[in-house]
T-cell receptor
């Protein structure tokens, strides 16, 4: 079974641009979460989607948004990029959205903002 | 903020047991202890979780003290591939269906040949 797939693996953007990152969960998984990882702040929760609905949201500005499609694939978008948005963006999926399900993470998209 | 405290780094000899401690003195009765690890250039990987009983799976054992204020993750025979950052996470049992994890800084475990 294929794991969580994130594309692209690396991305370079300039300040002010916007970016869209893609995540394909494990087949059959219906919940997708996004995390941001930086050297200073570590791993931080961005948001979680289940059946196309946002279920939870972390403490990030409105420039960060996401969505989930009917096939459970998810995208996250960052508008008006800032230098501080440079980070590894990780996507994780889990099967049913039930309590205490373990997360399966992808390898992430490394975003560099110049 | 993370509700756990872990040593920033530890070393272990290959083939020996690695014992990674975690302090969670403010844990509530309905909160679980989860462990994930992150190998360089990869996403975190689930290892094990528990509530109050000791747990064991094919990867590791989790020992939770009786007062639940601390726990230890045990890798019984560490290999070089176990070199990673290990995260201890306290997670409420009920999050309205959400699986938000609050990661701390973790412990960087280095397994030496």
């Amino acid at each position: 079974k294929a794991g969580v797939t994130q594309t692209p693996r690396y991305l370079i953007k300039t300040r002010g641009q916007q970016v869209t990152l893609s995540c394909s969960p494990i087949s059959g998984h219906r919940s997708v979460s996004w995390y941001q990882q930086t050297p200073g702040q570590g791993l931080q929760f961005l948001f979680e989607y289940f059946s196309e609905t946002q279920r939870n949201k972390g403490n990030f500005p409105g420039r960060f948004s996401g969505r989930q499609f009917s096939n459970s694939r998810s995208e996250m978008n960052v508008s008006t990029l800032e230098l501080g948005d440079s980070a590894l963006y990780l996507c994780a999926s889990r099967p049913t959205g039930a309590t205490n399900e373990k997360l399966f993470f992808g390898s992430g998209t490394q975003l560099s903002v110049l | 903020d993370a509700k756990t405290t872990q040593p920033p780094s530890m070393d272990c000899a290959e083939g020996r047991a690695a014992n990674l401690p975690c302090n969670h003195s403010t844990i509530s009765g309905n909160e679980y202890v989860y462990w994930y690890r992150q190998i360089h250039s990869q996403g975190p990987q689930y290892i094990i979780h528990g509530l109050k009983n000791n747990e064991t799976n094919e990867m590791a054992s989790l020992i939770i003290t009786e007062d639940r204020k601390s726990s230890t993750l045990i890798l019984p025979h560490a290999t070089l591939r176990d070199t990673a950052v290990y995260y201890c996470i306290v997670r409420p049992f009920f999050q309205g269906g959400s699986e938000k994890l609050v990661f701390g800084k973790g412990t960087k475990l280095t397994v030496n040949p």
